[in-house]
């Protein structure tokens, strides 16, 4: 796949040498406790990860780096895709403490939208983001996902309950 540039960041495809900081990224609380699965992430756990979805086509992840210097500073994927009913689940994550809100996630989703789109032929992406997650939500909406449902008492890893969003992007 080719490089997909925008304004601020540019996407390209994982390697195995980004590892260490996807590690160090999902194990940062501010991140973790943004996920459902919350258990710590290690190397070798991430290269099974590589090995058993990203290299099959089961997960499409991407880095997302800045353009000026082009630092990593997180990451965005599609899962669960299924190509018959070309739909997808959305992830996304902004691992650097320091590049919070500075537009990264917003056009990072919109990117990887019209890629879903454009070269994947998905119809129809989802998303899962807790309610309390106000920022995620906006970026989201900004990228053209909408309302779909309550998902109430979803239990995380570690045993805590929050309630959800379930919402859509239809991209066609």
Known sequence: ??????????????????????????????????????????????????KSKVETGDVIQLIICENEGARPVGSVYLRDIDRAKKE?????????????????????ASLMCAYARDEVLINRLILRVFKDNEAARKSYEHAGFRFLQDLDNVECSD??????????????
């Open 1 to 50: 796949m080719d490089i997909l540039k925008g304004k601020k960041v540019f996407l390209r495809p994982i390697t195995y040498d980004d590892t260490q900081k996807i590690v160090e990224w999902r194990n940062n609380p501010r991140v973790r406790n943004n996920f459902i699965y919350r258990e710590v992430f290690t190397k070798s756990g991430h290269e099974q990860w590589m």
């Open 88 to 108: 997808a689940e959305y992830g996304i994550f902004i691992g650097e403490d320091d590049a919070i809100g500075k537009g990264y996630g917003n056009e990072a």
């Open 159 to 172: 045993g805590e309950i929050k309630d959800m969003l379930l919402m859509e992007n239809k991209l066609r």
